[in-house]
């Protein structure tokens, strides 16, 4: 079926989602909130239909800074993309599982997994669906992907002592990526407020003259 943002090209998710409410609230449209997901899935399996790592095969410099930090056990990546993190905390012992709505993501991650000699768990699921079991990891990361709802699911995901390792891009990125949404741009210190019941144990805010990003290291009590 035809997702109707195909018909606003230039509308990001949000942008449509809220059009389309508008016109759901005034009895024009039914929304099938699948059409987003379907919408993002498709556009991730592009983007991510070449040989290239587009984010990378290493991890983010803060996830290996802090490693150490980490209690080992079962360690959750959300939005795992490529693999980057989630290959590389496999490859320190951890039990890897990542969630992801792209299954060309998950091919270059498990190929990666595989170069490295290690496993992952795969699931392609809609993180704005997805269910994760509470008191479950023991680690959890999520990097350059933002939905806020998510920050109170993975504090109650974490087991006590379990810690959270998130990363992502500030407003002050719009300098290097104007066109970049808003919507999905963290203001600055606001990191520190979304793991409501966590405890920061580090925290830091980048500009590196090519990017600008905030990064928080938590732990569940
Ligand atoms: C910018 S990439 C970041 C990938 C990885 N975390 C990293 O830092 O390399 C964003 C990822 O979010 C995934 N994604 C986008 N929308 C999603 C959704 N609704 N549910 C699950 N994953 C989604 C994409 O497939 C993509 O892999």
Redesign the pocket.
């Known amino acids: 079926m035809k997702s109707p943002f195909s018909l606003f090209p230039n509308f990001s998710r949000t942008v449509g989602l809220g059009l389309l409410s508008l016109l759901s609230f005034v009895g024009f449209v039914a929304i099938d909130p699948s059409w987003?997901?379907e919408e993002?899935?498709a556009?991730?399996?592009k983007?991510?239909d070449t040989e290239t790592y587009?984010?990378?095969r290493d991890p983010?410099p803060f996830l290996k800074d802090h490693v150490d930090l980490l209690p080992k056990g079962a360690a959750l990546?959300?939005?795992?993309?490529?693999?980057?993190?989630g290959v590389f905390l496999a490859t320190k012992g951890f039990q890897v599982t990542g969630?992801?709505?792209?299954e060309a993501?998950f091919k270059k991650a498990r190929a990666l997994a595989a170069e490295k000699g290690v496993k992952l768990t795969t699931v392609v699921?809609?993180?704005?669906?997805?269910t994760i079991p509470p008191n479950t990891y023991d680690v959890i990361?999520?990097?350059?992907?933002l939905?806020r709802d998510l920050f109170p699911k993975i504090a109650a995901a974490l087991k006590p002592g379990g810690v959270a390792v998130i990363?992502t891009y500030t407003v002050d990125n719009l300098q290097y990526r104007p066109t970049f949404n808003k919507a999905f741009l963290l203001e600055r210190n606001e990191l520190l407020t979304l793991l409501t019941g966590l405890r920061v144990l580090r925290y830091q805010e980048v500009d590196n003259g090519n990017a600008a990003f905030a990064s928080v290291l938590a732990q569940k009590p």
């Open positions: 987003a997901a993002d899935k556009r991730w399996n983007k991510y587009l984010f990378g983010i990546d959300l939005a795992m993309g490529e693999g980057r993190n969630v992801d709505i792209s993501g699921a809609d993180l704005e669906q997805y990361i999520c990097t350059y992907f939905q990363e």
